[in-house]
């Protein structure tokens, strides 16, 4: 992807004030010098190793990002902790905007509610949303192993196998996902949880585990070992399209959503987390990024921060609900 030309930054730096970022124009026409971006490089701290899903994404949306700030955009990767360790070298560093975090489910939801009489932060004081990033089309797959087709089968074959069959999670929407659904179709399978997709890929094509959650590229991916049943969506994908809901399989829909978003520390000053999501706005309308997220089978999508919080608002009795009901404290 080549950098933009000046002219083009221009463009968009105008266009996101306008068009693309509406919720921009209530911001402050002005800013002091010293709350504005552009004066040195901006950090994005990544909450996973370097070459997965999330590590590439960043990586990708980085170099226009930079062409659109003029800076250099440098991408952090802080592992371990299910966010933990991201999350609190964030809040180490200067409430600026020039150190931000690409954020997940995991990290902000999950996590600290393992733990709610002692949080190691709280997402919705510590942290301040600048942007949505992405959302998944999550599909429900069964290996070549397993003699079913649809998800009525699936749940049927479970039934007659009881303990027989084993799932993998590699996130904490795969996990609450798939504890709901086990719930409310009284699925009797092994849970085997793993630090991230890529590794519970590797098992499922091996057949230590048969079930497992994650994105339409898996069909060609696993050269036809992957067998899609069943689309989290509450709507068919236009990805796999022939791919039913739960709802049609006649269960209930998760209420789970699989996103990423881009925050800042929580005191970062309101016009620089207006400069950073108009420049998201901007950067993320690019045709290029917007076809590459596409081929993935995400959704590139920039939010206000207000849209970005209140996503947070709605998901996290989702999770804490799970967490105790499921007893995922655990997991």
């Known amino acids: 992807m080549k950098p933009m030309s000046i002219r083009r930054r221009q463009v968009l730096a105008g266009a996101a004030s306008t068009l693309v970022a509406p919720w921009l124009t209530h911001a402050t026409p002005a800013l002091a010098a010293s709350e504005k971006l552009g004066t040195r490089p901006v950090r994005i701290i990544v909450p996973f190793p370097g070459g997965g899903g999330g590590d590439s994404s960043t990586r990708v949306m980085a170099e ?21 360790i991201a999350v609190q070298e964030l809040l180490r560093a200067p409430a600026d905007g020039h150190t931000i975090m690409f954020g997940t489910p995991s990290a902000l939801l999950y996590t600290p509610q393992l733990t709610p009489k002692r949080p190691p932060y709280d997402p919705l004081k510590d942290l301040t949303p600048i942007s949505h990033f992405s959302s998944l089309a999550y599909f429900i797959y069964v290996n070549d192993q397993v003699p079913v087709k649809t998800m009525a089968e699936l749940v049927d074959y479970v039934h007659k ?157 989702v999770f804490a609900h799970a967490i105790k009901t499921y007893n995922l404290y655990k997991e």
């Open 64 to 84: 226009p990002l930079a062409a659109y700030l003029n800076v250099p955009v440098i991408v952090d990767n802080r592992p371990g902790g299910d966010g933990v």
């Open 161 to 317: 196998n009881p303990g027989k069959l084993a799932y993998g999670t590699g996130d904490s929407t795969q996990l609450v996902s798939m504890a709901q659904l086990r719930s409310q179709a009284n699925l009797d399978m092994i849970h085997v949880p793993y630090k991230g997709s890529s590794n519970a890929y590797v098992d499922f094509i091996g057949n230590r585990i048969q079930i497992m959650i994650g994105g339409f590229e898996l069909v060609e991916q696993s050269k036809g070992k992957a067998r899609p049943v069943a689309t989290l969506l509450s709507k068919r994908s236009a990805l796999l399209p022939e791919v039913p809901t739960l709802a049609e399989s006649k269960l209930a829909p998760v209420t789970t959503r699989a996103w990423t978003a881009l925050f800042a520390p929580g005191k970062t000053p309101m016009p620089i987390v207006e400069q950073l999501s108009a420049a998201c706005a901007a950067v993320f309308s690019e045709a290029k990024l917007q076809e590459y997220f596409k081929a993935r089978g995400s959704v590139l999508e920039a939010s206000s921060p207000d849209a970005m919080r209140k996503i947070l608002i709605e998901q996290m009795p």
